[in-house]
């Protein structure tokens, strides 16, 4: 079973700067993509960026320029470092990794982090 460990969350302010991190384990199977989405109250969950395991990157336009996602394929760890923060990137950030078996995608999630700006 795959698990999904994230760490970074918290509260500050606007300007400032953070860094998530997620660690997988347990999977007997390479991992493809790994990315990072968020949820703000009252919205739906909406990527924020995501890395193939080539290091191919995408990004939602709302925070293109301000965070890079990164990861670490050796420690099955990707990383967002989050700069400038606004106060509308508040949301429960969750982790993502998609796993191939064969033809067949699965999909993990990490259980969020909060991440709170203040204006």
């Known amino acids: 079973q795959v698990q999904l460990v994230e760490s970074g969350g918290g509260l500050v302010q606007a300007g400032g700067s953070l860094r998530l991190s997620c660690a997988a384990s347990?999977?007997?199977?390479?991992?493809?993509?790994m990315g990072w989405y968020r949820q703000a109250p009252g919205k739906q969950r909406e990527l924020v960026a995501a890395?193939?395991?080539?290091?191919?990157?995408n990004y939602a336009d709302s925070v293109k320029g301000r965070f890079t996602i990164s990861r670490d394929n050796a420690k099955n760890t990707v990383y967002l470092q989050m700069n400038s923060l606004k106060p509308e990137d508040t949301a429960v950030y969750y982790c993502?990794?998609?796993?191939?078996?064969?033809?067949?995608?699965?999909?993990?999630w990490g259980q969020g982090t909060q991440v709170t700006v203040s204006s």
């Open positions: 993502n990794v998609a796993i191939v078996v064969v033809t067949i995608p699965y999909d993990y």
């Open positions: 347990g999977s007997r199977f390479s991992i493809n993509a």
């Open positions: 890395i193939t395991s080539g290091g191919s990157t």
